[in-house]
C-alpha cells in the first residue's frame, strides 16, 4: 500500500506567515493528492483536490503544488481562521491513505 | 445541501460487533461511492473502507480487512459498516463521506459517531 509521509507535525507561526507543509508519497502518485483542514471536533474539509486545485469556496492563499512524490500545501498569509490541522491524502489507489497530519499553532 | 448523518455508535466489549449507519439525505445517494474513515481519539485520520455506487466493488484497509464489512442500501439512502471481532484499537470516531463525481475526492462528510471498545 501507498505510504504518505506528512511534515512537520507541529508547526508554530503568527497571522501573515507563509506556511508549507510537505508529503512525501512513498511511490509515485502522479498528481493524485489532496488536502484536508480539519478543526477540533470536526469533520475534515477539502481544500486542495489532483495536487494544486483549489476546491470551490476556499480562499485563494490555500494553493499546492508537486507531482510525483513530493507535494506541498502552501497558506501564503496565514489568517486567525486558518489555525487547524491539515491532511494531505492520496487517490491514486483505493486505499485513500492519509498522512499523519500537520496541527497549525499559534 | 447535503447531508449524512451517522448512527450506530456505542460502547462495545473486546470481541464484540456493533453496526453503523449513515442516512443520505438532499441528492441521489445512488450515483456516488462512500468511504468510511476513522479517527481515535487525539489521533489523526485513517481511511477505513470503500463502496462504489452500485455496491458490488468494495475495498479495506489491512487494519479491518475480514473483520469489517461495507454495505449500501441504495432504496433507502443509506450506508452501512458492520463491525465485527472489534479491539480496543477500534476506538475511535467514525465518519461516513461521499466522494465526488467532479473531484474523487471527499466532498461532504458526516459529523461522525464514536465507537468505544473497551471492558
Known amino acids: 500500500d501507498i505510504q504518505m509521509t506528512q511534515s512537520p507535525s507541529t508547526l508554530s507561526a503568527s497571522v501573515g506567515d507563509r506556511v508549507t507543509i510537505t508529503c512525501r508519497a512513498s511511490?509515485?502518485?502522479?498528481?493524485?493528492v489532496a488536502w484536508y483542514q480539519q478543526k477540533p471536533g470536526k469533520a475534515p474539509k477539502l481544500l486542495i483536490y489532483q495536487a494544486s486545485r483549489l476546491e470551490s469556496g476556499v480562499p485563494s492563499r490555500f494553493s499546492g503544488s508537486g507531482s510525483g512524490t513530493e507535494f506541498t500545501l502552501t497558506i501564503s498569509s496565514l489568517q486567525p481562521d486558518d489555525f487547524s490541522t491539515y491532511y494531505c491524502q492520496q487517490y491514486n489507489s483505493y486505499s485513500r491513505a492519509f498522512g499523519q497530519g500537520t496541527k497549525v499553532e499559534i | 445541501e447535503v447531508q449524512l448523518l451517522e448512527s450506530g455508535g456505542d460502547l462495545v466489549q473486546p470481541g464484540g460487533s456493533l453496526r453503523l449507519s449513515c442516512a443520505a439525505s438532499?441528492?441521489?445517494?445512488?450515483?456516488?461511492?462512500f468511504n468510511w474513515v476513522r479517527q481515535a481519539p487525539g489521533k489523526g485520520l485513517e481511511w477505513v473502507s470503500a463502496i462504489d455506487n452500485s455496491g458490488f466493488n468494495t475495498f479495506y484497509a489491512d487494519s479491518v480487512k475480514g473483520r469489517f464489512t461495507i454495505s449500501r442500501d441504495n432504496s433507502k439512502s443509506t450506508l452501512f459498516l458492520q463491525m465485527n471481532s472489534l479491539r480496543a484499537e477500534d476506538t475511535a470516531v467514525y465518519y461516513c463521506a461521499k466522494v465526488s463525481l467532479v473531484t474523487s475526492n471527499f466532498d461532504y462528510w458526516g459529523p461522525g459517531t464514536l465507537v468505544t471498545v473497551s471492558s
Open positions: 511511490q509515485s502518485i502522479s498528481r493524485w
Open positions: 438532499r441528492f441521489t445517494f445512488s450515483n456516488y461511492a
